[in-house]
């Protein structure tokens, strides 16, 4: 029997519709000016909390420990507003039966558009690296310490868009993706701080409560800041990460 | 060998089953002119076919793979155009083709991107974005992508939908040119299609296939097509 198909496409098709996904949704956000303004605004606010809000200056440590002290605040507002499109868009513009009546599979198609947007994220915080460099000038900084924060903040910045993915996969519009994908990452956020313990405390052992409180994004962001090395935050932040990757996935191949 | 075959599928949304026990086969050379009102199963029916949808039973192969349990070898083989022919509006028109080839892994995307330009007649829109496309040439838009990679198996859902007299000309043309070398499923409900474009016809209605027969036989069911379709879907 001959081949039925008239072009065979070769047998690495996968790895290169893989390239092709992650090529398109990373080219997609320099597309429009949202993404200067999302860069913009990120480092606006990234700077300024830091100098305003964490006094940075005035402390007179040559450390970034107070600049990334914003940055669960900051993920959980911008990976949701970069994530958003992930599938929602898709679904509006009613290209995701394309998309998955191409020879892809859904996982390769989540795994491509999940990579594009955390480069774009990584893009934002690579941006914001003048911050260390002026620190490095007017002081005399741990460069491991520093390397190690901006490895946590991108670790960060992973987690909450996995969040945002599966916000994006339950919806068509943009900006319910957005404000559903803030909201849990915001929990995230508060989570952290103690926020919800008085609520838990009445239903839960004090044990579980401390427990739910490590689930807090800077709590997992704070050791890197440090420079203390521990595994836990990373198997955290990549844990957050890849089950909303998942979850997505899952959400998308069940519609 | 049959390119296409639908073997007893069922699909429902909700409480209202949207194709029910559908069977049929397609062979090479022929283009299976599918109608049906709106709502009769059409479009779930393509949809179960290129692996959109997931069948509730019975199970659809395409090129000799099942589409649920090889759907990328499947597709591979396969090129479909949603209704409304979907794309991606802010891409322009080659950039947008040089997706869908670098996506399947084309062994030489930029002459494939080119040669379907040539084809589908999209060379003056080229660096255009889609977005700001007539609806005719956002129509053969899809049907570029659906043919970019000169698949065995086409599936074009309403292809000629809301173009002018010239433009299905157009389409009806690229497409008789092609069809000797593929099985291609057409849905319309444009009753003239059928004598232009078609070697069989299916109608169904209700879910049901309600007539599967050669163009000849359809065409000596009466003089009046729009009464003949209203008989056979009623």
Redesign the interface.
């Known amino acids: 029997?001959s081949s039925?198909?008239?072009?065979?496409?070769?047998k690495?098709?996968?790895l290169?519709?893989f390239?092709?996904?992650l090529?398109?949704e990373f080219a997609?956000y320099f597309?429009?000016p949202l993404a200067y303004v999302f860069l913009a605004v990120f480092n606006a606010f990234a700077v300024s909390l830091a100098f305003f809000v964490g006094n940075m200056y005035e402390a007179g440590v040559a450390s970034l420990d107070r600049f990334f002290l914003y940055h669960p605040w900051l993920w959980a507002f911008l990976a949701p507003a970069a994530g958003a499109r992930l599938w929602a868009e898709e679904r509006r513009?009613?290209?995701i039966?394309?998309l998955?009546?191409?020879?892809?599979?859904v996982w390769q198609a989540a795994l491509g558009k999940f990579l594009a947007a955390w480069l774009f994220l990584a893009c934002a915080l690579l941006m914001t690296l003048p911050v260390a460099f002026t620190v490095g000038w007017l002081g005399d900084p741990d460069w491991g310490v520093i390397l190690a924060g901006y490895a946590g903040s991108l670790l960060c910045a992973g987690a909450c868009l996995g969040v945002a993915a599966v916000a994006s996969a339950l919806t068509r519009s943009q900006v319910i993706a957005f404000v559903t994908g803030f909201l849990a990452c915001f929990i995230l956020v508060l989570v952290g701080y103690g926020v919800f313990d008085e609520l838990f405390a009445g239903m839960l052992p004090s044990a579980m409560v401390d427990e739910i409180r490590r689930l807090g994004l800077w709590r997992n962001l704070e050791p890197f800041t440090l420079g203390l090395f521990d595994l836990r935050p990373a198997v955290y932040f990549v844990t957050v990460a890849f089950s909303g990757l998942g979850l997505s996935t899952i959400i998308i191949e069940r519609r | 060998?049959a390119?296409i075959e639908a073997k007893n599928l069922s699909k429902s949304y909700g409480a209202i089953r949207a194709v029910n026990n559908v069977s049929f086969s397609v062979d090479?050379g022929e283009v299976i002119g599918f109608l049906g009102p709106n709502g009769a199963g059409k479009s779930t029916t393509m949809?179960l076919l290129?692996?959109?949808l997931r069948a509730e039973s019975g199970c659809a192969i395409v090129?000799?793979f099942d589409v649920s349990d090889q759907?990328?070898?499947a597709?591979?083989?396969?090129g479909?155009s949603?209704e409304?022919a979907?794309?991606?509006?802010?891409?322009t028109v080659r950039e947008f083709l040089r997706?869908?080839a670098?996506?399947?892994?084309?062994?030489d995307p930029a002459e494939r991107v080119r040669a379907t330009l040539e084809l589908c007649r999209l060379n003056e829109v080229a660096a255009q974005t889609i977005e700001t496309l007539s609806k005719g040439y956002r129509m053969r838009v899809g049907f570029a992508?659906a043919v970019i990679?000169?698949?065995?198996?086409l599936i074009l859902d309403e292809p000629t939908d809301g173009l002018d007299p010239n433009q299905k000309f157009e389409v009806r043309r690229i497409l008789k040119d092609m069809a000797a070398?593929k099985a291609v499923i057409v849905s319309t409900h444009i009753l003239e299609e059928v004598g232009e474009l078609c070697t069989r016809v299916i109608v169904i209605a209700q879910g049901e296939i309600r007539c599967d027969e050669s163009r000849e036989r359809f065409l000596q069911r009466g003089e009046d097509l729009n009464q003949v379709f209203r008989k056979l879907t009623a």
């Open positions: 029997m039925p198909s008239e072009n065979p496409a070769p690495s098709a996968g290169a519709a390239g092709a996904i090529r398109r997609g597309r429009t513009q009613g290209t039966e394309l998955l009546t191409w020879p892809i599979t | 060998m390119l090479r949809k290129t692996g959109h090129a000799g759907p990328v070898e597709k591979r083989h396969l479909y949603p409304g979907p794309a991606y509006g802010e891409m997706f869908a670098d996506l399947r892994g084309l062994a992508q990679h000169d698949p065995a198996v070398r």
